[in-house]
């Protein structure tokens, strides 16, 4: 069974910065790719960034480009997303998610960890 548990959320102030972990359980598990979303309040979830686990490639949402940055380290099997320049409209719950190759959608889905911006 493949769990995903996400670590490192909590309080900083505007311009502070962050680091949130997502461990992958499950050693037989290789994922295609690795992602973060976030869901603020009385709004929809959104993909944040993303990486590909065979080359690292990334991609990120245009509202977090240049001050966060995803990265994997396959030896402890995480996804890391470090996060600078925080701003209040980054509050929000943070979720990992990995992808099958093959299979449409992501698959697998952390709890989330709270991510809070104070002004």
């Known amino acids: 069974q493949v769990q995903l548990v996400e670590s490192g959320g909590g309080l900083v102030q505007a311009g502070g910065s962050l680091r949130l972990s997502c461990a992958v359980s499950a050693r037989t598990f290789t994922p295609y790719i690795m992602a973060w979303f976030r869901q603020a309040p009385g709004k929809e979830r959104e993909f944040v960034a993303s990486?590909?686990?065979?080359?690292?490639?990334?991609d990120y949402a245009d509202s977090v480009k240049g001050r966060f940055t995803i990265s994997r380290d396959n030896a402890k099997n995480t996804v890391y997303l470090q996060m600078n320049s925080l701003k209040p409209e980054d509050t929000a719950v943070y979720y990992c998610?990995?992808?099958?190759?093959?299979?449409?959608?992501?698959?697998?889905w952390g709890q989330g960890t709270q991510v809070t911006v104070s002004s």
């Open positions: 990486i590909r686990w065979s080359d690292s490639s990334t």
């Open positions: 998610a990995a992808k099958s190759r093959f299979v449409s959608g992501y698959s697998y």
